[in-house]
């Protein structure tokens, strides 16, 4: 919810018309015995290493903690600031005791932890009350740069109906209460309860979006415009696009990913901008539906082709999507790089899967919870 980043330049002016890319990951403490959430945030932030403390805060949750990666060009630089914040991290929760999972929530059923002794999030509290979601709702936040914030908005209406493909990439939050939720994406589910988390609606201009966001503020859905949950929206401190419809990834190799489909996904969109070609106004009932699906079946499902209405196996939507942006890929030199994660994706299925194969063949969560664990810090 708190979102960090280290800075985040937008365009590059030096005639290529590449983009920046920055990622926020959210992650899930546990103890190492049980797999239950802990609040154990201050004791973990004690033991990062001092240079790495600027790229590490607390989350809404004492059961949280939050990493974000220096904006940049290349994804082999974006690759190396999450491999090191998160085998930092992972370090130090074992030091504090604890383990660090990149899970959407936490599996196992427990006692939720308090939220973080902050006066906003004690307002959020008294407001919300039992909106709280439960022992940690974690996810990833990709930050895009863009020139300008009207052409900002733009690009929100351009990749509206993108994002349900990327929400089943994402997918990977499948337990809950110590049960399979039937869902691949349960954190979405939990996240959804908020009143002010929504597809991003079709906007008009900067000044509409400006406007939504008072009138929000003043019918008391949300206390600021922090609490702007759509999954798609312009950064209130950065020259930035934001998209956070995704759970937080299992690997870095995920998270990379994502962070070039989504970068390659906004410069397709200003491209399209560019060349004067409108945003498909895609009705809101139908896109809740689609995000719904992407949801509940991750990658392993079908999902709803938002250009048509047609339900399709959701990784012929996948595809689809990628030939869309390969220009854009090739462009930022990223093709060959998401065509081989795109191959071991393929292979082994979205977090969700790969949590729900490690159950069956144990039948076991605590197994669920090693192998979550092995796949956060790279081992």
């Keep these: 919810m708190t979102g960090q980043l280290a800075e985040a330049p937008g365009r590059v002016t030096d005639g290529t018309d590449l983009l920046t890319v920055g990622v926020e990951e959210e992650f899930l ?6 797999g239950t959430a802990v609040p154990a ?3 973990v932030l004690e033991q990062v290493p001092p240079e790495l403390r600027g790229q590490v805060e607390r ?3 004492t059961s949280q903690i939050e990493i ?4 940049g060009l290349e994804l082999r630089s974006i690759r190396h600031s999450l491999g090191v914040l998160r085998a930092a991290l992972a370090e ?9 999972l ?3 929530t936490g599996p196992v059923d427990g006692p939720v932890p308090p939220v973080v002794d902050k006066p906003r999030f004690d307002r959020m509290v008294e407001r919300f009350r039992l909106l709280v979601p439960g022992p940690g709702n974690n996810g990833m936040h990709v930050h895009v740069g863009v020139p300008d914030p009207e052409t900002g908005v733009q690009v929100l209406n351009h990749v509206r109906p993108w994002l349900p493909t990327l929400h089943a990439v994402t997918a990977n939050s499948p337990f809950a209460r110590g049960e399979d939720t039937g869902y691949a994406s349960w954190r979405s589910v939990e996240w959804e309860r908020w009143p002010s988390v929504a597809p991003t609606p079709y906007l008009e201009s900067h000044e509409h979006y400006e406007r939504l966001i008072r009138q929000l503020i003043a019918s008391g859905v949300m206390l600021d415009e922090g609490m702007l949950y759509w999954y798609a929206r312009l950064s209130a401190r950065y020259p930035t696009v934001e998209i956070r419809i995704g759970d937080v990834c299992p690997s870095v190799d995920d998270a990379v990913l994502v962070a070039a489909l989504v970068r390659a996904m906004v410069a397709t969109a200003i491209e399209d901008i560019d060349a004067g070609r409108p945003a498909i106004r895609t009705d809101h009932h ?6 719904w699906r992407a949801a509940h079946d991750g990658l392993e499902g079908a999902g709803v082709d938002l250009t048509t209405g047609d339900v399709r196996p959701a990784w012929d939507l996948l595809e689809r999507f990628v030939e869309r942006v390969r220009p854009a890929l090739e462009r930022h030199g990223d093709w060959d790089d998401v065509a081989d994660l795109l191959g071991g994706l393929r292979r082994h299925g979205t977090g969700a899967a790969r949590q729900r194969a490690v159950f069956a063949r144990t039948g076991r969560l605590a197994d669920v919870v090693e192998d979550v664990a092995r796949q956060t810090r790279g081992a």
């Excluded at 403490?29 to 049980?34: N, R």
């Excluded at 130090?92 to 660090?100: I, N, P, Q, S």
């Excluded at 139908?286 to 995000?291: M, P």
């Design 92 to 100: 130090a929760a074992e030091r504090a005791g604890v383990r660090l």
């Design 41 to 43: 945030v201050d004791l």
């Design 68 to 71: 974000g990666s220096p904006p």
């Design 29 to 34: 403490l546990v103890d190492p015995h049980t």
């Design 59 to 61: 989350e809404f949750q």
């Design 286 to 291: 139908l896109l809740v539906g689609a995000h």
């Design 102 to 104: 990149a899970i959407g």
